[in-house]
């Protein structure tokens, strides 16, 4: 079984302030996604990453895929009060299409 | 125009009945799926369909049947409902091709009283 420890679990900071949310895995996955959920809405996909060592941006979202694709991290720059949510990470095996999740990182951006 | 669907969006009701959960997507994707997050918010698969056939089906209980009478719609019917299937249920899709790419409806919460 694939399995993704996502941390930290709860994280609340300071308009303006950095962060980074990790997802580690002991498995090798062919493609890592996050995802954003807001309270009482479905999860949406924010990124999709699938070579080894690859980073993404997306605004002030920066996502970086390991070089071995065991393990991912989004990196938040200046840190907004929209930013907040919970964010999961989800990867995927060789061929299959079950998505395995992470348990979510809670983001709680303060003005 | 919604991507994924699902109604309804709230679901109480009593231990022991049988309930329906719709889920429409209109992206043309071929596949669909159901999740299941609990209150720690720990999203889990529980089935899959491509082309209207089975091919993901976690260690569910055979109280839970999914049904896809076409690509765009997979229904999940819940019979003897039991107290611990409260949780939100979500639907998603995604296209051959892109399937690690999944996009998820608004969630139905069930509540089991």
């Known amino acids: 079984t694939q399995l993704l420890e996502q941390s930290p679990q709860f994280l609340s900071i300071q308009e303006g302030e950095n962060l980074t949310v990790y997802c580690n895995s002991s498995?090798?996955?062919?493609?890592l996604q996050w995802y954003r959920q807001e309270p009482g809405e479905g999860p949406v996909l924010l990124v999709t990453?699938?070579?080894?060592?690859e980073v993404k941006k997306l605004k002030r979202l920066t996502f970086q895929f390991g070089d071995a694709r065991k393990d991912s991290s989004l990196h938040i720059t200046a840190a907004q009060p929209g930013d907040t949510g919970l964010y999961l990470c989800?990867?995927?095996?060789?061929?299959?299409?079950?998505?395995?999740f992470g348990k979510g990182t809670k983001l709680s951006v303060i003005p | 125009d919604t991507a994924v669907s699902q109604t309804p969006k709230y679901l109480v009701t009593q231990m022991g009945n049988d309930k329906s959960i719709k889920c429409e997507q209109n992206?043309?994707?071929?596949?669909m799926y159901w999740y299941k997050q609990d209150s720690k918010k720990f999203l889990k698969i529980m089935f899959s369909?491509?082309?209207?056939?089975?091919?993901i089906n976690e260690t569910v209980p055979n109280r839970f049947s999914p049904k896809s009478p076409d690509k765009a719609h997979l229904n999940l019917h819940i019979n003897s409902l039991e107290l611990g299937d409260s949780a939100v249920y979500f639907c998603?899709?995604?296209?051959?091709?892109?399937?690690?790419?999944?996009?998820f409806g608004p969630g139905t919460r069930l509540t089991v009283l």
């Open positions: 998603a899709s995604s296209q051959e091709g892109t399937r690690y790419t999944q996009y």
């Open positions: 498995s090798v996955f062919s493609s």
């Open positions: 990453v699938v070579t080894g060592g």
């Open positions: 989800a990867g995927a095996g060789a061929g299959s299409y079950q998505l395995t």
């Open positions: 992206l043309g994707h071929d596949t």
């Open positions: 369909y491509n082309n209207k056939e089975l091919i």
